[in-house]
């Protein structure tokens, strides 16, 4: 049994906390000299805690303060210590690989004996597929196979040599539309289904293929990639460094990339493990911690020229919602596919806003937005995952029929 190494990188969530604990400590003598610097906007909150903290005994309030400093130092590492010591470990079967190519792979999760619609599944290439088929109860894949569909799913795996210069245009060009042609021999012509980074390597192969799609389902896809704030602001200060990391290292290796994706919310790690210290061990929820947490440390590097796509074509350039991103030559524009489609959008993603969003839903011609609770992950594996994110996509599916 391998040892858990998350959360990764585990020295930057640690510096995390640490500092910004810390910097509370060393906040108190600022709110007694009044110089805490806030801008007008706080000046509310800020006079109501100001007056809190006066009526307050210093030396008790001091105490409080490392007190409860030390206190969630000690829950975030009784949360870590307890996340490795689970005895949960993913063990469910693989389904057949039906076709591969250097590390991707295409997996079958209907089999022969499916006569539902074909569908060609497939998640991003910054995390492992198994998300969308974690555990037994919380499997997208493996519903949508129990209501008589043909779904497949891509794995595309680390990147290797035969990957290491590849770039949007040799995954959706060549490997996706190799697999696309494998599911239509098999199977007929499919339906498509991405999620996140995925969704947008669909709607590039159907760019290229418009004729060829079914339909198709798009859950939690970034469009326009300035709203609700420009992202290409923040994005300035890290681009020098994240240019020298692929550059020398031909890659953008997965740890950068788990730091990359928390600072939109430093202390979301924090806040998750020292609510999991909480937790009963053999709880079904602490399970589902467990499962994604290992889902989400099971990260994987991106290749050169994707990083340089992604991060300053999509969000630094906001290439997709100004009509600029092309793939193969070609624009892709939602607006010239005229398939089904259904946009599922979750309303606490943070990841990819709500208002990201539902300018692709506004774009496609027979698009439908299905708004979800749950956040970006959650939402695949939350208590109602099932009847509300699930059910409504297999109906949306089954509806299509199957073409020979």
Not at 155 to 174: I, K, N, Q, T
Not at 242 to 258: C, N, T, Y
Request: one cysteine or more; glycine letters at 8%; proline letters at 8%.
């Amino acid at each position: 049994m391998q040892p858990r190494q998350g959360p990764r990188p585990l020295p930057f969530h640690l510096l995390n906390q640490a500092t910004s604990l810390l910097s509370s400590l060393s906040a108190l003598p600022l709110w007694k000299s009044g110089s805490t610097g806030w801008s007008r906007p706080w000046e509310p909150e800020e006079s109501e805690l100001r007056a809190a903290i006066n009526r307050a005994d210093p030396a008790s309030l001091q105490q409080a303060l490392s007190d409860e400093t030390l206190r969630r130092v000690d829950d975030f590492l009784a949360g870590i210590k307890a996340y490795r010591d689970h005895p949960y470990r993913r063990t469910l079967d693989p389904m057949p690989v039906v076709w591969s190519d250097g590390t991707t792979r295409l997996f079958d999760y209907g089999g022969e004996e499916a006569r539902g619609t074909p569908v060609l599944v497939v998640p991003s290439l910054v995390n492992r597929a198994y998300v969308l088929d974690l555990t037994p109860r919380r499997s997208l894949m493996r519903h949508l196979a129990r209501k008589g569909l043909r779904p497949f799913l891509v794995d595309w795996g680390a990147p290797g040599e035969a990957e290491r210069s590849f770039g949007l245009d040799e995954y959706v060009a060549g490997r996706l539309s190799a697999m696309f042609d494998l599911v239509t021999a098999r199977a007929g012509r499919p339906a498509l289904l991405g999620y996140c980074m995925g969704g947008l390597l669909t709607l590039a192969l159907a760019t290229l293929r418009p004729a060829d799609v079914r339909g198709q389902v798009l859950m939690a896809v970034p469009w326009d990639f300035h709203r609700p704030y420009r992202a290409a602001d923040p994005l300035k200060a890290f681009r020098e460094p994240i240019e020298r990391a692929v550059e020398q290292l031909g890659e953008l290796p997965g740890d950068l990339l788990q730091i990359l994706f928390a600072l939109p919310d430093p202390g979301a790690v924090e806040r998750k493990f020292r609510q999991f210290a909480r937790l009963r061990r053999t709880s079904a929820t602490a399970r589902r911690f467990v499962a994604l947490e290992d889902w989400a440390n099971d990260c994987v590097p991106l290749t050169a020229r994707v990083t340089r796509e992604t991060f300053f074509g999509w969000y630094g350039d906001n290439l997709p919602g100004r009509g600029r991103w092309q793939i193969a030559g070609q624009a892709v524009e939602p607006r010239r596919l005229s398939h089904p489609a259904l946009v599922v959008i979750p309303s606490r993603d943070r990841i990819v806003p709500a208002e990201s969003a539902l300018p692709l839903a506004d774009a496609l011609p027979n698009g439908r937005r299905l708004m979800v609770e749950g956040g970006h992950v959650g939402m695949l594996i939350g208590s109602r995952a099932v009847t509300e994110i699930y059910a409504p996509i297999a109906a949306f599916l089954a509806r299509m029929g199957k073409s020979d």
